[in-house]
């Protein structure tokens, strides 16, 4: 999933998002049919997701970070941004 998502994030062209985010679904596809998670479970988690989060809708990106000490709350523990 890692190595999928990371694709993902270096495309630059329309085509080639399609692909590389084909490639993701595959894996998370896969992963829910192991798990039993159902499409309806997906969307419930998604509209509390969105509750607590928002959408993205601003748009901001970072590109580099001299702050190699930040962990967010989604970083696993241990490992560094």
């Not at 992963?31 to 997701?49: M, Y």
């Not at 580099?64 to 000490?69: C, G, I, R, V, Y």
């Amino acid at each position: 999933m890692i190595e999928e998502a990371g694709a993902l994030s270096q495309v630059r062209s329309r085509a080639d998002f399609l692909d590389e985010y084909a490639d993701l679904m595959v894996v998370l596809d896969a992963l829910t049919a192991l798990l039993e998670v159902s499409e309806a479970d997906i969307q419930i988690a998604l509209k509390e997701n969105v509750m607590r989060k928002g959408l993205y809708k601003q748009r901001h990106y970072m590109h580099w970070s001299e702050d190699t000490d930040y962990t967010s709350n989604e970083t696993p523990q241990g490992i560094k941004n």
